[in-house]
């Protein structure tokens, strides 16, 4: 995660429970599903903060329910909530689907990020944005709509691919070299 | 002043940004370089409390000090008011892309 994304406007870190991996309750991998969703969205600048959560099971220690888009891992899959936000005033994310592979994750929260940022108003949160167009809209747009979403999460995907670590050349020779000293001899 | 010593090429040296040369006589010195190419050379630091102002912002022919943000004209080495005070500033050059300082 680059530095940027910890104050921009911008895909902020996925927090993740530790899951399955390591939790005896989980009934999903939620961090590798956090690290697939952090990667999917690297550089992923919006009209305001982006948070995604991946809970392992319902326990939801990663607190998924107050995040733009929250993943809980059940039995048979993942709840995916979206618009909640931990803010000033806190709302609890509305319930969008259920999915039941990592790869539909990533197209439903991409396909719904996708659409927030192409409809969402600067300064606005994906809480916001929600209420202002109404859940049954991103449902049309999201669930109903299958060309639709396979779109927007083809077009979010072709707007990421080429993102670059800016801090990857600030590790170059050449960048490096301007903060050695110049020796001068006596 | 006709000895002049070669410091390093003018790419050398990012715009809007700095180098730090060590000069046995003068310690740090920064050697600035201004948006349109013009070089300035000063102490390496700060009037105010010693700051580096190799690690400040240029812009125009100023540096902000990091530390507490005095403004230090770069022809001049003074602080801008209503800050007092200034630095030791060193002649410079600039001929056929390289710089050179006044020994
Ligand atoms: S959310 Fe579930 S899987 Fe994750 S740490 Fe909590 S109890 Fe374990
Ligand atoms: S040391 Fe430079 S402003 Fe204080």
Redesign the interface.
Known sequence: MVSGHAYGKSIRTVKTCVGMEHCRFGTQLAMSMGVKLEKMLFDMYAPHKVKLAVSGCPRNCAEAGIKDVGIIGVDSGYELYIGGNGGIKTEVAQFLCKVTSDEEVMEYSGAFLQLYRLEGWYLERTCHYLERVGMDYIKGKILEDEEGRKALYAALLAELKDAKDPWATSREPQAI??FI?????? | MSNW?L??KLE???QL?S???????RG?VA?FRSSDDEVFAMHDKCPHKGGPLSQGIVHGKRVTCPLHGWNIGLDDGKAVAPDVGGCKTFEVKVENGEVF?AA
Not at chain 1, 181 to 186: D, L
Not at chain 2, 19 to 25: A, S
């Open positions: 070299k301007q000293p110049i020796m001068v001899e006596a | 010593k410091i390093c050398d040296i990012p940004g180098r730090v040369v060590h000069w046995p006589e740090k050697v300082m």
